[in-house]
């Protein structure tokens, strides 16, 4: 019969025991805690102290820095970073500066017709965090006016709303109305 080495099993080298985070706001011990968004760090003095930190890391990671190109806002280097949602071009000065490249060289040489809801702004193409273009006015959060198809300056002939939207089909280029109320289709020519 073999014979058991103790001294592995001692309190301060225990392999499944790690050193306990102390909060930085009162000094308690930090436990893990869950919640509908997932498992977190917080203070076991709860609730005394509110002290709470992530357990999931979402830093993004630097793949390569473009040494031919400097960030338009503060003049330090860009850099190819891999991040939450995918890859994207950052400044080297973050988090001092947040300039972040966006794919809009394509969509700023069409011009989008104004708002018809607040007449204010002009309608621009964004993108969702799956890389689906959308339109919206560009007085955004003050109004919220969103289109999923491209928007057109004409006016639908039978509600006379000022623009319509204009959708690519096996039949050919088709404008439809975007009221709901009155969805008035013609062939664009």
């Known amino acids: 019969m073999s014979k058991i080495d103790h001294s592995l099993f001692s309190a301060n080298q225990h392999a499944l025991e790690k050193a306990y985070e102390v909060c930085p706001k009162c000094g308690s011990e930090l436990v893990i805690r869950n919640s509908k968004s997932g498992p977190f ?21 630097q793949i390569k820095v473009l040494d031919d190109s400097e960030c338009p ?53 964004r993108s969702n965090k799956f890389g689906k273009i959308f339109y919206s006015c560009g007085c955004y959060p003050s109004c919220k006016y969103t289109l ?36 008035h289709k013609l062939t664009a020519t």
């Open 41 to 61: 760090l917080g203070c076991a003095s709860y609730p005394q102290c509110d002290f709470i930190r992530s357990l999931a890391q979402h830093d993004s990671q």
């Open 73 to 125: 806002e503060c003049g330090n280097l860009l850099v190819i970073k891999n991040g939450r949602y995918g890859m994207f071009i950052g400044c080297t000065g973050y988090p001092q500066c947040h300039y972040i490249a966006h794919d809009e060289d394509k969509q700023d040489d069409e011009q989008f017709p104004r708002c018809p809801k607040c007449k204010k702004g002009q309608l621009v193409a």
């Open 148 to 183: 999923n198809h491209k928007p057109v300056a004409h006016t639908c002939p039978n509600c006379q709303w000022p623009i319509m939207t204009q959708k690519k089909t096996a039949s050919g280029v088709v404008l439809h109305c975007p009221q709901k109320s009155c969805s």
